[in-house]
């Protein structure tokens, strides 16, 4: 009889987990974006997009603006213009206007994302070169969701390495990471939505500067992220004094990157990186079997360059995006402690030569 009752009160146990705080979906406004920006008079204006599950509904997302001392508090302006209780667990972006990433201290205001265990910590972070308005009340008739559209736009940029792609929880680490500053994606909208590049913080988590496309994929490279596409078209210097541009495009299936570091005065960073390299675009008449090697070394030239003016860009800038700073805690320790909390500075002071190597896997299928 007992094993009966044990029985039965184990699988009314089982039948009961789970229904007890349970909501239904229509009874939730699921904030799948999240908008920081300032207003005329410097005020914080935070907004929202969630989808709208009912039928009745003729437009299927709901979008709110709302002037707030902080987030937490703009959830309860929220609660009172919107259906159903409004939930963070589910962010996809946060939107962040760059009037207010130039702000002293702005990162307390997503204090909550890393307080509160229900909210999520996969949530993109994305600068907004404008009025983040402008993004959140965007309505595209060619486009899904403007949460899933943008989400989207931000994956597939990231695994062209058009940009990054930083999380609220990769932001934190580097935020208090001294090695390095932090970089994340930014994003513009004219008469449509589409990502500029990359924008990179200061020691403070300040915005410092924007890089393009072009420039992201050097970053990654010098980071050692080297997933992903790496395509490049460029302008080769074929003759010395040539003034004619000679554009070439190609692959870059293999990316291997080694840094060494070594002080003397001041740190010094080498950094070797090798490319196997497939040509898939080629507009001027150029014997690529016998004159190989003179092709490789027009990359590896103009390569070099880019990637001396991207550090050199930086390095004025007085930040770290690349992370040689963990470089330099990990091998020169004793030098690195006495600037840690200026490695920016230090870093300005720093030699960094980086050395490409090209090699020539494939030239297309035609000859």
């Known amino acids: 009889m007992k094993r009966k009752i044990l029985l039965c009160l184990s699988l009314l146990a089982m039948m009961m987990t789970g229904c007890v705080d349970q909501i239904n979906i229509e009874d939730v406004t699921l904030s799948l974006i999240l908008g920081l920006d300032l207003d005329e008079e410097d005020h914080l204006v935070v907004f929202m997009s969630s989808p709208v599950f009912n039928k009745e509904a003729e437009f299927k997302e709901e979008k709110v603006e ?15 213009t919107v259906m159903a209780l409004t939930s963070g667990s589910k962010t996809q972006l946060i939107l962040i206007g760059k009037k207010l990433l130039k702000r002293k201290n702005w990162i307390d205001y997503i204090d909550p994302f890393y307080r509160d265990p229900k909210n999520t910590v996969t949530t993109r972070v994305v600068a907004v070169d404008g009025p983040v308005s402008d993004v959140i009340f965007f309505r595209p008739k060619d486009k899904p969701r403007l949460p899933l559209y943008l989400a989207n736009l931000v994956d597939t940029a990231y695994r062209r390495n058009v940009t990054v792609k930083t999380t609220i929880q990769e932001f934190h680490e580097q935020k208090t990471e001294k090695g390095m500053t932090a970089s ?19 020691e403070q988590s300040r915005y410092k500067l924007s890089i393009k496309p072009h420039q992201n994929k050097l970053l990654r490279i010098l980071q050692h992220k080297t997933k992903g596409d790496f395509p490049f078209t ?4 074929l003759e010395s004094n040539g003034q004619d541009k000679h554009w070439i495009s190609f692959s870059t299936p293999n990316v291997k990157v ?14 070797d990186v090798k490319m196997r390299i497939a040509i898939t675009e080629r507009l001027f008449p150029f014997n690529v079997r016998k004159d190989t090697a003179k092709l490789q070394k027009s990359i590896e030239t103009k390569l070099q360059a880019d990637f001396e003016r991207l550090i050199k860009k930086t390095q004025t800038a007085t930040i770290d995006p690349f992370g040689f700073g963990i470089y330099a805690r990990a091998y020169t320790y004793p030098e690195w402690k006495k600037v840690q909390n200026q490695w920016g500075k230090a870093f300005s002071k720093a030699d960094v030569n980086v050395k490409v190597r090209v090699t020539i896997a494939g030239m297309g299928t035609i000859k």
């Open 234 to 237: 460029i302008s080769v210097p």
């Open 258 to 271: 080694k840094t060494k570091v070594r002080y003397d005065g001041h740190f010094i960073f080498d950094t």
């Open 66 to 80: 709302v002037k707030a001392v902080t987030i937490r508090d703009s959830r309860e302006l929220f609660d009172t």
């Open 184 to 202: 994340i994606t930014e994003m513009k909208k004219d008469h449509k939505i589409m990502l500029t590049g990359t924008a990179l913080l200061d």
